[in-house]
């Protein structure tokens, strides 16, 4: 099963659009890091991905000090605008070999440069379809509505998902 560790953002757009819950029905196991939960400024988002972590569905990871010294040194050899929270899930992506889950550009490109996989909210859609979690109808509301919430989404693979979609 395939491991992966979420950015704060993936779980802000999942639960804007309603489909949280439906993220955790996906085969695949969720991990994130104390950073990303933190965070969370949204009460009820908060209350939503606590009660995934509750009942065992999301695995948060605490740093002890040593990897805490790694994150700032990641951070400041990135350069750029990558934030600590960014350089946690980057880092431990990439110490368990998991597949890092995040709509962050900047993230996305630093951590791909590390040779690190790194999928993102439309990897999300696809499974959610593969899997039966949705039906491609839902898909495209549903990422039409994240498309009105979220202006930095890639309109134009979008865009072709609609249109396969559609057809399906």
């Given at each position: 099963?395939?491991?992966?560790?979420?950015?704060?953002?993936?779980?802000?757009?999942?639960?804007?659009?309603?489909?949280?819950?439906?993220?955790?029905?996906?085969?695949?196991?969720?991990?994130?890091?104390?950073?990303?939960?933190?965070?969370?400024?949204?009460?009820?988002?908060?209350?939503?991905?606590?009660?995934?972590?509750?009942?065992?569905?999301?695995?948060?990871?605490?740093?002890?000090?040593?990897?805490?010294?790694d994150i700032i040194n990641l951070q400041s050899r990135a350069?750029?605008?990558?934030?600590?929270?960014?350089?946690?899930?980057?880092?431990?992506?990439?110490?368990?070999?998991?597949?890092?889950?995040?709509?962050d550009g900047q993230l996305r490109n630093k951590a791909i440069?590390?040779?690190?996989?790194?999928?993102?909210?439309?990897?999300?859609?696809?499974?959610?379809?593969?899997?039966?979690?949705?039906?491609?109808?839902?898909?495209?509301?549903?990422?039409?509505?994240?498309?009105?919430?979220?202006?930095?989404?890639?309109?134009?693979?979008?865009?072709?998902?609609?249109?396969?979609?559609?057809?399906?």
């Open positions: 099963m395939e491991i992966v560790v979420n950015d704060t953002n993936i779980f802000i757009d999942l639960y804007s659009i309603g489909l949280l819950e439906q993220f955790f029905e996906l085969p695949i196991t969720v991990h994130t890091v104390d950073f990303v939960i933190n965070e969370l400024k949204e009460p009820e988002q908060l209350k939503a991905v606590n009660e995934f972590i509750k009942n065992g569905k999301l695995k948060v990871q605490n740093f002890d000090t040593k990897d805490l010294i350069g750029g605008n990558v934030s600590i929270t960014d350089c946690a899930v980057w880092h431990y992506a990439k110490i368990n070999n998991y597949t890092l889950l995040t709509g440069e590390s040779r690190l996989t790194v999928k993102g909210i439309i990897y999300v859609f696809d499974q959610l379809i593969e899997c039966g979690v949705i039906f491609p109808r839902m898909a495209i509301s549903k990422i039409q509505d994240l498309m009105n919430i979220n202006t930095r989404l890639p309109k134009k693979i979008i865009q072709e998902r609609i249109e396969k979609w559609s057809n399906t």
